[in-house]
T-cell receptor, first 112, second 116 residues
């Protein structure tokens, strides 16, 4: 079974600064996908970024980028130029096949 | 693109009644739909996976007679909470995967259920 661990329950960052969220996972699969989802106070789950394990290049989406270290089974998310609207719960997730395994989440608070 | 809707967003019901929640993929056909439950300040817990025209696959510990799932078409799945009790009060979220991208799930906005 796969496990996903997010070791930081809460983080705060000043507006316009950068914050990095950590995520580690454990799997014996060789082909899989990793995701970061954002859940703002509205509770709508929003896909932030996804990474295919077979791709060495780190995924980026505007101000969001990942650092994917396959050997270390690490998948961190960097939020650059943080905005107030980035305040949310962030979940790291793993998929091998069509089921998602979620981490426990990291609450991010962006301060003005 | 990849929009999923859920209806209703809020429902309050009396103990013993049944409640139906709809999940629709609005701009794509969904190979598979999923139902999750989320308790306050916790992660999502997968309840069941459903494919169009097939019986749902329930996760261990989820009562299939309590949580009835129907996946009638490639764009619609329903979750019926039968004989609801206060302990069924929760936030229920559905997701769907588009054809050709079975790994990526797109989520609905969730349904908050309160059973009195």
């Amino acid at each position: 079974a796969q496990t996903v661990t997010q070791s930081q329950p809460e983080m705060s960052v000043q507006e316009a600064e950068t914050v990095t969220l950590s995520c580690t996972y454990d799997t014996s699969e060789s082909n899989y996908y990793l995701f970061w989802y954002k859940q703002p106070p509205s509770r709508q789950m929003i896909l932030v970024i996804r990474q295919e394990a077979y791709k060495q290049q780190n995924a980026t989406e505007n101000r969001f980028s990942v650092n994917f270290q396959k050997a270390a089974k690490s998948f961190s998310l960097k939020i650059s130029d943080s905005q107030l609207g980035d305040t949310a719960m962030y979940f790291c997730a793993f998929a091998a096949g069509n089921k998602l395994t979620f981490g426990g989440g990291t609450r991010v608070l962006v301060k003005p | 693109g990849a929009v999923v809707s859920q209806h209703p967003s809020w429902v309050i019901c009396k103990s013993g009644t049944s409640v139906k929640i709809e999940c629709r993929s609005l701009d794509f056909q969904a190979t598979t739909m999923f139902w999750y439950r989320q308790f306050p300040k916790q992660s999502l817990m997968l309840m069941a996976t459903s494919n169009e025209g097939s019986k749902a696959t329930y996760e261990q510990g989820v009562e299939k007679d309590k949580f009835l799932i129907n996946h009638a078409s490639l764009t619609l799945s329903t979750l019926t909470v039968t004989s609801a009790h206060p302990e069924d009060s929760s936030f229920y979220i559905c997701s769907a995967t588009p054809m050709g991208d079975r790994e990526t799930q797109y989520f609905g906005p969730g349904t908050r259920l309160l059973v009195l």
